[in-house]
């Protein structure tokens, strides 16, 4: 019964990742590493039309992907996982970025 469950799970996901990679635009949140090179990384993308943020599963290979920059991704939506990374604006280093205004306190 497991292997039967666990075959049709796996053939699902085989068919998810046929479909045509989506593409969506963001900011990145946040990237978080995982111990060892092979490991995927996870990144954080606020698309900016939801109040949502989405993790995606990213490619070991994958560098130059910070904080703050703007990216374009072709995604598997099924699976989370992203197909290709494509650097859209560099993030600023964190001296040029504008702060936001204080507020006076009551």
Do not use: H
């Not at 490991?39 to 943020?53: H, I, Q």
Request: glycine fraction near 8%; charge should be positive.
């Amino acid at each position: 019964m497991a292997c039967g469950a666990l075959a049709t799970y796996l053939l699902v996901l085989a068919c998810l990742e046929r479909r045509d990679p989506g593409t969506i635009t963001g900011e990145v949140l946040r990237v978080e590493s995982r111990k060892g090179k092979e490991v995927a990384r996870f990144l954080a993308l606020d698309e900016g039309n939801t109040d949502l943020t989405t993790a995606w599963a990213l490619p070991a290979a994958s560098q130059g992907i910070a904080t703050g920059a703007q990216v374009r991704l072709r995604v598997s939506r099924g699976t989370r996982t992203i197909r290709s990374v494509e650097l859209v604006r560099a993030a600023m280093p964190e001296g040029d970025r504008v702060k936001s205004p204080k507020q006076d306190a009551p």
